[in-house]
C-alpha cells in the first residue's frame, strides 16, 4: 500500500489474519484436523495484534478516496480488535454484517456451539459512501436485505485451481462489491488469498489491485484469474455475454 497514491481507492475488502493457528483442531470433511494454517495466522500477543491492524487500516484509510468504502471479515479472534481500530483511526461505522454459513461443518468436539457465522464490518472514510441501495434491493420497501447475509460456503467448482484455507465465496464478494462501487472503480484487496476479490471485481467491471506475500497463494491467485478471463473470452467469442 505504501506504493500506491493516496485517495486512489474507491472500495478496500481485506480478510486479515484471523490469529486461530494455536494449534487447536477443526472439522474438514467431517474429519479433525490440525486448525494451524501457517505462520501468517499466528497470533503475537494481544498488543502485536492490535498494532498490526492498525498499520494496515490506517494505510488503507490514506489510500481510500473520500467517501470510500472499506470491508473487513473477521471471527471472534480478532473482530472485536477490528472494530476498535476501525474507531481509533475515525472511520464511520456503517453496519456490521453477519454472514451466515447454512452449512456450516458440525462441532465435533462437542465444546461449543458450532461457528456458523463470521462478521463483516463496512466502514467509510467519511460522508457521503456509496450505497447502491435499489440494485440490491429493488423498488420493494418491505423487501430489503438485512444486516444477516446466508450465503453457503466456497463450492468445490471454486477450489478447482487449488485450496487456501480461507477463501471466501464469490457470492460473498459480488454482493459487496456491487453494494458500494461502480463499473470502473477500483477495487483494493491487502490481503489477496486465493484471489476471490479479484475474480469478482473482474466479473463486475470494476478495476482491482491486490497485494499477498505467500508466493504459493499467489500463484493460486493468479490461476484463477486468468482461467475467469479464458471463460469470459469464450462466453463473447460464442454471444454469451
Not at 5 to 24: E, H, I, M, T, W
Not at 192 to 216: H, I, Q, W, Y
Request: a positive charge.
Amino acid at each position: 500500500m505504501e506504493l500506491m497514491p493516496g485517495r486512489c481507492v474507491d472500495l478496500v475488502f481485506a480478510d486479515p489474519p484471523y490469529r486461530l493457528s494455536g494449534g487447536g483442531l477443526t472439522n474438514r470433511g467431517g474429519r479433525l484436523v490440525c486448525v494451524d494454517k501457517g505462520d501468517w495466522d499466528r497470533s503475537g500477543g494481544l498488543k502485536k495484534d492490535h498494532e498490526f491492524n492498525l498499520r494496515w487500516l490506517r494505510a488503507a484509510r490514506r489510500i481510500l478516496k473520500p467517501g470510500g468504502s472499506l470491508w473487513v471479515s473477521g471471527t471472534h479472534h480478532i473482530i472485536f480488535s477490528l472494530g476498535f481500530a476501525l474507531q481509533q483511526l475515525r472511520f464511520r461505522l456503517i453496519n456490521q454484517i453477519t454472514w451466515y454459513k447454512p452449512n456450516a461443518a458440525p462441532n465435533l468436539l462437542h465444546t461449543a456451539f458450532t461457528h456458523a457465522h463470521e462478521t463483516l464490518l463496512w466502514a467509510a472514510k467519511g460522508p457521503g459512501h456509496r450505497f447502491n441501495y435499489e440494485l440490491l434491493n429493488g423498488h420493494n420497501p418491505t423487501r430489503q436485505l438485512s444486516s444477516v447475509w446466508s450465503i453457503r460456503t466456497v463450492p468445490p467448482e471454486e477450489r478447482r485451481h487449488g485450496y487456501h484455507p480461507t477463501q471466501k465465496p464469490l457470492r460473498l464478494l459480488r454482493r459487496i462489491i456491487l453494494a458500494c462501487t461502480s463499473e470502473g472503480d477500483l477495487v483494493f484487496d491487502p490481503f489477496t488469498g486465493s484471489g476471490t476479490t479479484a475474480v469478482a471485481a473482474k466479473e463486475l467491471n470494476r478495476t482491482f489491485v491486490g497485494a499477498e506475500l505467500e508466493r504459493e497463494y499467489a500463484g493460486l491467485a493468479e490461476r484463477r484469474i486468468r482461467a475467469a478471463e479464458r471463460g469470459w473470452a469464450l462466453r463473447r467469442v460464442s454471444g454469451h455475454g
